[in-house]
């Protein structure tokens, strides 16, 4: 869920320079200061994630203090107030509309003014979810019918790929059939015969008449074949299987290679390789058999092979006998995945578990030496099959012994293949210029788009009857013919003439479809990144395997992207379930790296609508290597995007554009919160910190304790505070006990007081939000009622440093930039001076436009207050700024030199993100005529919409024509209407227009209620 917070203004404030800064959770953000007014105007719009419906968003007006640098302090608070989001969901729309809010003072506050004195302020909010998009009943029809499609389609391979399998259906039935009848007769046989000799031999003659059908069958369907031939087939099956995720025990390998995907399976697990044969030397291995790869056909087809030796004898294990079952579960020639179940029984308890590891093999990044490389990621788990004391001494001790065997693998494989440093992948300038060459030109978008039977048919009939025109000679007038008018003289020729025009109308459907495609432009393609610190840049590729909302139709797919609280928005492309973008977007600069970026697609259906959402996805960069995020295939959730299998392309770069300085200025912002000096660890200290957790380079630590990490029995360790994560590191004994968790992440912190449990320590709670941090339960003590993992720290040298410490650094952890701030208030003051009018013309011709009535409202109030709405004072800007408007900007009536009774303006605005989804500007031209006779107003206004899709295909047209009541004395009559003029033909002509008559008559009814009850009250306070 995402809530929309809009801080429209404030009024009677203690101080004359202000802010405000929001919060929910953990996540904050805070306007642009305004100056020299106690009734400030902020306009600004915010977003924020919400995970539970219990948060609450604080809202927090400071004075600002001149001098206190970039990274200033805040001020003095001057109130806050605190709204429930429970509050905003219990409406059925799901939106708070403007109200204001009194600010309340903080307990133990130094001013002596009482807490009314603190002044009002506005906000509006709005809550919105992925799953409040379109879904009609006919679309979850198809949903859930292509679901059991999908089951009917997977079973229909073990019946028609009898190549795969080891053995046809009808012949399994029959061997089986055999059994069945044999072991009857076997069983009836002991029965009756009391002879133990030949009971003997009736099981001897039963065992191997049983093994000579199994010989029969295999001599019927062969299960093995060669390697290449067996990839080969496995191509053809895995096209559409998904790549398994790593296993939970953690990653022992992940590193890219100089050498294709495919080159470097068959060196790991073709028959007979080298390199295992050199591994087995390495390790000290005996008596090592290595079985063919073989057809394993149970539910699903797959490659399996069983590899069974003697482990060389340890300080603590002696030598014992391992068998490792492999299986390719993936291999389509691009991406391989082979799952190695690994059985030792005569370790002790070795019955009780079995060891899982996951080859994982994929495409890496391009080389600057054009080369291809490969990313080969191994991981670990390990399953029980029954509970044991010694479950943690097992899992340690299997841990240990993995990561041996995995170093000399490692240290093997880099001396046969040469691996790829950071050094040798391609930086971001590089990798987005070769984006810009992977892209097709406009001829051979055209010719791969026009290349179809349609339009060959078109233009062979059209040059057919051309040809035929020419050829014949001009023919007798007959019937109702007349010279110039030349009629079909047949059933024939009209049918031809029919073909011909349908065929024409489509080719030219196509061609404006084209058109429209190659010059719609994304309103956030190229912007660049502002401010010094932590640049975000995503470069969207391209998509693959799309859903469609409606079966008879392909989507129209945008992207937008969430990161910090703002957001980016990609181009739409036209009708594609496979859209190319190869944009690329950047996000301004924040003061700390971020942790997740949310990825959405969505299919657009005009550009004031909510546009239904396609898949959805959360990139932690925490769990990504910088190597994964420069080329990445982001697999899309939902219903339907998991049906569907869909992908997103992507090439993500996160850069520190100020260096250490970035981080010392962070350091001494939390210096103030936290009550100590932080100093910048060494890079030593953060390598060793990075590398016990995995976390990528850009991450630093800023504070770590000794402490105890209370469950069962106290575990001794250090507790570690990044900028970005909470960690655990413990070693006991060799046995290490690792964990990590997101600020973002914790719901709760807790300080409870010292108990006999906890040895007269005080005790620090942590819980998390429900269904986060799954990857650190295993240090949880508890789990609440609603699901929550609660982790108990106790046994601080110093507990109140501790605590304060992480209390400090929970509440200023920050998603949304403080940078842009001052950026913000200086190009809105530039937007004032610099307003684009040109578009709108100065000429008004309403009548162009097919003009409907979408309101209409009679007024309890003379006409003349009505007007005010026009005339540019405090009324037009109250009503404008709380019906969903930003950067409100007008100029003055002038009188028309074409006619002196009346009277033209300018606007210029925006619209927030609540109204459209696309934000955008707005500009508009208004003329304003009395009516005849005297008695009433015509108001025309011509509007403009910039930064939206189509946005240059048309122009909105409003008519507001206002009378006074005959039948009802000192009220008026208001008439609306509203009509759409189209530049450019366009395939979304009439949904568009339909889209915005619905959005603007709604949005009409706001304005009048407002403009009434604002008249209303100040006629009532006056």
């Not at 809530?3 to 805070?30: A, C, H, N, P, R």
């Not at 489509?506 to 010059?519: E, P």
């Not at 015509?938 to 930064?947: G, K, Q, S, T, W």
């Not at 009814?1005 to 006629?1019: G, H, P, Q, S, T």
Request: aromatic letters at 10%.
């Amino acid at each position: 869920m995402r809530l929309y917070v809009y801080v429209l203004e404030g009024t009677d404030l203690s101080t004359k320079d202000s802010y405000v800064k929001l919060q929910i959770g953990m996540f904050k953000s805070k306007t642009r200061v305004s100056k020299g007014t106690k009734n400030p105007n902020w306009n600004e719009e915010f977003a924020f994630r919400v995970h539970d419906m219990e948060d609450e968003l604080v809202v927090s007006v400071y004075s600002h203090e001149e001098g206190s640098g970039f990274f200033n302090v805040s001020g003095d608070l001057v109130g806050r107030v605190r709204v429930p989001v429970r509050s905003v969901s219990a409406d059925e729309s799901h939106n708070l509309p403007p109200t204001w809010f009194y600010l309340e003072r903080p307990k133990g506050s130094k001013s002596v003014k009482k807490e009314c004195d603190a002044g009002k302020i506005l906000l509006a909010l709005s809550l919105r979810g992925r799953g409040q998009d379109k879904c009609t009943n006919h679309l979850c029809y198809e949903d859930s019918h292509s679901k059991t499609g999908d089951y009917k389609e997977r079973e229909g391979p073990h019946v028609t790929r009898q190549d795969f399998l080891s053995c046809t259906a009808p012949s399994r039935k029959i061997l089986e059939g055999k059994h069945i009848v044999k072991a009857i007769a076997g069983r009836l046989e002991r029965l009756f015969n009391k002879n133990e000799d030949n009971s003997r031999n009736d099981d001897a003659s039963e065992q191997s008449t049983t093994l000579s059908d199994y010989e029969d069958c295999m001599e019927e369907t062969p299960s093995f074949c060669s390697f290449e031939k067996a990839m080969e087939k496995m191509e053809s099956m895995s096209s559409e299987i998904e790549m398994p995720n790593n296993l939970q025990g953690g990653i022992l390998l992940d590193q890219t290679y100089v050498i294709p995907s495919k080159d470097l399976n068959m060196f790991l697990f073709a028959p007979n390789s080298q390199f295992r044969t050199d591994l087995v030397d390495l390790q000290g291995s005996r008596n090592v058999q290595e079985g063919p790869w073989m057809w394993k056909s149970e539910d699903t087809p797959c490659l399996m092979r069983v590899v069974t030796y003697t482990k060389a004898a340890t300080k603590l294990v002696k030598a014992v006998k391992a068998t490792e079952e492999q299986t390719y579960t993936k291999a389509d020639g691009r991406e391989f995945s082979v799952h190695v179940n690994v059985s030792t029984p005569d370790v002790p308890y070795g019955n009780t578990f079995k060891i899982e590891i996951l080859y994982r093999i994929m495409p890496g990044p391009q080389l600057s030496s054009r080369e291809e490389s490969s990313h080969l990621v191994v991981s670990w788990g390990i399953s029980f099959f029954q509970n044991t004391m010694m479950r943690g001494m097992i899992e340690g001790g299997a841990r240990q012994g993995l990561k041996e065997s995995f170093d000399q693998f490692a240290s093997l494989l880099a001396r046969n293949v040469k691996t790829v440093d950071s050094i040798n992948l391609l930086d971001k300038s590089q990798m987005f210029a070769t984006l810009q060459t992977e892209q097709q030109s406009d001829w051979e978008l055209a010719t791969g788009y026009f290349w179809n039977f349609t339009v060959v048919l078109a233009a062979f009939v059209t040059l057919y009857i051309f040809v035929h025109i020419l050829l014949c000679r001009p023919g007798e007038l007959q019937g109702l013919e007349f010279t110039g008018i030349d009629l079909p003289d047949s059933f024939g020729e009209l049918i031809a003439c029919g073909i011909l025009v349908i065929l024409l109308e489509r080719v030219y459907y196509m061609v404006s479809h084209f058109v429209q495609a190659r010059f719609q432009k994304g309103s956030d393609h190229g912007i660049k990144a502002q401010g010094d610190g932590w640049v975000l840049t995503v470069a969207l590729i391209e998509s693959m395997n799309l859903a469609s909302l409606d079966p008879m139709v392909f989507p129209d797919p945008y992207v937008v992207f969430t990161c910090n609280g703002k957001t980016r928005t990609s181009s739409v492309k036209l009708q594609t379930l496979d859209p190319q973008w190869n944009e690329i977007l950047e996000f301004d600069a924040a003061e700390e790296p971020p942790s997740v970026l949310d990825v959405e697609v969505f299919d657009f259906d005009g550009p004031f609508d909510h546009a239904a959402t396609l898949g959805h996805s959360e990139i932690n960069f925490l769990k990504h290597t910088s190597t994964e995020l420069a080329d990445i295939w982001v697999p899309l959730e939902g219903k339907l995007a998991q049906s569907s299998q869909s992908k997103l392309h992507l090439r993500i770069f996160l850069d520190n554009n100020n260096g250490v300085e970035t981080i010392k200025d962070y350091l001494t912002k939390m210096e103030k919160e936290v009550g100590k000096k932080l100093n910048l660890r060494s890079p030593h200290r953060n390598s060793t910190f990075q590398k016990n957790f995995g976390l990528p380079p850009e991450e630093f630590l800023i504070s770590d304790f000794s402490c105890s990490l209370k469950r069962k029995m106290p575990l001794q360790g250090r507790l570690f505070l990044s900028a970005r994560i909470v960690g655990f590191y413990a070693n006991l004994f060799g046995h290490k006990t690792k964990f990590f968790f997101l600020w973002e992440d914790i719901d709760d912190i807790q300080v409870l007081p010292p108990s006999l449990a906890s040895v007269g320590s005080p005790q620090l709670l942590v819980v998390l939000r429900k269904d986060r941090g799954i990857d650190a339960r295993q240090g949880a003590k508890s789990q609440d009622e609603e699901g929550r993992l609660q982790f108990y720290f106790i046994s601080f040298v110093s507990f109140n440093v501790a605590s304060r410490t992480i209390m400090a650094l929970w509440r200023t952890r920050t998603l949304t930039p403080d940078q842009k701030a001052r950026i913000a208030e200086e190009q809105q003051e530039e937007d004032g001076k610099s307003i684009c009018l040109e578009d709108t013309g100065s000429c008004l011709v309403v009548e162009d436009a097919k003009m409907s009535k979408v309101y209409t409202v009679e007024l309890p109030m003379k006409m003349k207050s009505v007007m005010e709405m026009f005339d540019g004072g405090d009324l037009e800007y109250k009503v404008i700024g709380k019906s969903g408007c930003l950067s409100y900007v007008t100029t003055t009536w002038e009188p028309m030199k074409s006619n002196p009774d009346a009277f033209e303006r300018h606007l210029c605005y925006k619209f927030n993100r609540q109204f459209s989804i696309f934000g955008g500007e707005v500009t508009c031209t208004q003329q304003k005529i009395p009516v005849s006779n005297g008695k009433g107003w015509i108001v025309n206004e011509v509007m403009a919409l910039h930064d939206i899709p189509f946005s240059d295909h048309f122009r909105v047209h409003f008519k507001y024509q206002f009378e006074n009541s005959v039948l009802v004395q000192n009220s008026c009559e208001c008439d609306v209407y509203v009509g759409v003029t189209w530049l450019k033909s366009t395939t979304f002509q009439q949904r568009i227009t339909r889209n915005i008559t619905e959005k603007f008559a709604h949005r009409l009814k706001d304005v009048f209620e407002l403009v009434e009850r604002e008249i209303l009250l100040a006629n009532g306070s006056n």
